[in-house]
């Protein structure tokens, strides 16, 4: 019997004995797992090289037992086993990483592309987070090795003996304490393996261990019992050449990893060897317009062990968007693999990861524009927050960005100026949509005079605008309703026509509005009496005040709106009205008039208010019954 003290590097040993070394409790069974994984890929290229003999046809296998009678978790893994010199050196040094000092040994027989981590050592230690004592059962690979056997309650004293196992490998007993015993339950613990090992390239398998009771006399004719399935899978899709995988496994392999119902619209498989490895593949699913609803979810892997979900520092903010899955072995992961250092290493692999992305946009664009068009709608939220976030994207693809009109097209912004005939100079002027429903007249006066304007509806559309006009030169973005571009108007005959005196003051009476601007203009369409206009200047303005916190620190009436009724000659209600305007017997019907006119523009504009509305109401209602003749 052995005894003695561990040898603690002081500058590891203050972050574990404060139990900062895990943010998450259920780490530890990634981490003895994932060793165990660790032991066995070290055997077999240690089998390459010639340095140690293992079966043709040995099946290796990691097993998790959970006996909860006795309060113990078993974790076993037929890998290369340890000594008790090694023992000495990987788990009685805190510290000490065991992968280290393998490739330190065979650093000439081994190369890049060997999948090596191993941290055993540091790792194994977490499983004191749940346990009053831990015990490790191993046998080595080497010849002649003796099995050995250690023990430690979780201070820094502990007991190596001699052994009775016979099989190589080695099996870790944690004696499970009381904050830990919520890990007995086999439910949770498949749950926690499912989730960080669901990919280890080893089979692991679990078993419950049954409290000892009386025997059955098996009969020989019963059936034999199947095998057990292991839980994970060791060969996961994103390791594969996408050559030689098929639109069926892709989608197949989306809906077991997000569990989501939904087809994915299409994916991008990532394969990088130089100057870093990463491997993975990133789906773009079906997204809804509102921003804060989308929820991503990219997964991040080191060597097919799960380290965290959505980690920014290698994945692009934006990419956050999407669903997807990616295997890093290279990251620069601190002892616990569950946090990056901001490295170069890092910078580069979030670079490369946009450029995939920028490419796959672009092949879309140009060689399955009919595909992609199709696809723009659900793709459009991603790609603009993806524009605004990282200038680089934007640069990039640009000449890829779609706007869908309000006549169904889907064209580039070059596309678009280039049928527009809305052109001042050298600038050019993009006339856009917020709300197809409220500016549907507008809309209605566009189609009739043949011109177009691009669908912006969303949230997001408003600071990608912004964006836009900052990096395209000579383009003006107007809302629809913001102005009345030549085009809608019949200039010459307005041209004859002068504005009526006192049309204006009157309409501010009636409304009781004496910041309300009338003009009377002749539209070429004939079916819209009037239309309310908000300078674009004006609601940029308040939308800014809204941002942030809805101006309740601004100035009193800095950003009121400042509407322009404007009143079309051509429609023959505002041709009898401009008639009867000076008639004082007519006074009660021009304010009838006046006031229908405002409201039916203002339904147009924006939603009404309550009593506004109600008062539209009334009034339609007695201008019915006038019509009909029981006015009087």
């Not at 092949?363 to 659900?378: I, P, T």
């Not at 200039?491 to 005196?501: F, G, K, L």
Request: glycine share 6%; net charge negative.
């Amino acid at each position: 019997m052995e005894k003695g003290n561990l040898s603690i590097h002081s500058e590891n040993i203050l972050p574990i004995i404060k139990k900062w070394l895990y943010s998450d409790m259920d780490i530890f069974v990634r981490e003895l797992v994932s060793n165990g994984s660790d032991a066995i890929t070290k055997l077999k290229k240690l089998s390459d090289m010639g340095d140690a003999v293992i079966a043709a046809d040995e099946e290796f296998f990691i097993k998790v037992w959970v006996d909860k009678a006795n309060k113990q978790l078993i974790f076993e893994d037929n890998g290369l086993g340890m000594t008790a010199d090694e023992i000495k050196e990987y788990i009685n040094q805190i510290a000490f990483s065991g992968a280290n000092d393998f490739m330190e040994k065979y650093k000439d027989k081994t190369d890049a592309s060997n999948d090596i981590i191993g941290h055993f050592g540091l790792g194994f230690y977490s499983a004191f987070m749940v346990s009053d004592k831990v015990q490790i059962s191993t046998l080595s690979y080497k010849p002649d090795s003796e099995p050995a056997i250690w023990e430690c309650e979780g201070g820094i004293e502990f007991e190596m003996s001699q052994g009775d196992r016979t099989q190589r490998g080695t099996k870790i007993t944690l004696f499970i304490n009381e904050s830990g015993e919520e890990f007995l339950e086999t439910y949770k613990l498949r749950a926690i393996l499912t989730k960080y090992c669901g990919f280890i390239p080893v089979p692991i398998f679990i078993e419950e261990i049954a409290e000892v009771k009386e025997v059955d006399v098996i009969d020989e004719a019963d059936e034999p019992a199947e095998p057990p399935k292991p839980i994970n899978d060791t060969a996961p899709l994103w390791l594969k050449s996408a050559n030689d995988c098929t639109d069926e496994e892709y989608k197949a392999f989306y809906h077991k990893v997000f569990t989501d119902f939904n087809e994915p619209l299409f994916w991008i498989h990532l394969n990088m060897d130089y100057p870093f490895r990463l491997k993975g593949i990133l789906y773009f699913p079906k997204m809804k317009h509102d921003l804060e609803y989308i929820e991503g979810q990219v997964k991040l892997f080191n060597n097919q062990v799960f380290v965290a979900d959505n980690i920014k520092e290698v994945i692009p903010e934006y990419l956050l968007l999407l669903k997807g899955v990616m295997d890093c072995p290279d990251l620069p992961l601190n002892v616990s693999r569950s946090f990056l250092q901001n490295d170069s290493t890092v910078k580069k692999m979030s670079g490369y990861i946009s450029r995939k992305v920028a490419d796959k946009l672009n092949g879309l664009f140009k060689k399955e524009r009919e595909g992609y068009n199709a696809y723009w709608d659900d793709i459009a939220p991603f790609i603009k927050y993806g524009c605004i976030k990282e200038r680089d994207l934007y640069d990039k693809i640009k000449g890829s960005v779609l706007y869908k009109t309000i006549d169904g097209a889907y064209q580039t912004l070059e596309e678009f100026t280039a049928s527009e005939a809305a052109a001042e100079g050298e600038q050019k002027t993009v006339y856009y949509v917020s709300n197809e429903q409220l500016q549907s007249q507008y809309i209605q006066m566009f189609k009739e005079q043949g011109l177009s304007a691009v669908l912006l509806t969303t949230n997001l559309d408003t600071p990608f605008v912004n964006y836009l006009e900052m990096y395209e030169n000579g383009i003006k973005f107007t809302r629809i309703d913001s102005d009345i571009t030549s085009a809608l108007k019949d200039e010459a005959a307005d041209s004859e026509q002068a504005q009526p005196d006192g049309l204006e003051a009157r309409f501010r009476e009636i409304l009781n509005n004496d910041k309300l601007k009338v003009s009377v203009e002749q539209l070429k369409s004939a079916d819209i009496s009037s239309v309310i206009l908000l300078s674009e200047q004006s609601r940029r303005m308040q939308e800014m005040s809204k941002m942030f916190g809805g101006g309740s620190q601004l100035p009193p009436g800095m950003f009121e709106e400042e509407l322009t009724l404007v009143l079309n000659r051509n429609h023959s209600l505002v041709g009898s009205l401009i008639k009867i305007m000076d008639n004082k017997e007519r006074s009660g019907d021009v304010e009838l008039i006046v006031e229908h006119l405002f409201d039916l523009a203002m339904l147009s504009h924006k939603p009404m208010p309550m009593e506004q509305m109600s008062g539209f109401v009334k009034r339609s209602n007695r201008i019915l019954e006038m019509v009909v003749g029981g006015g009087a």
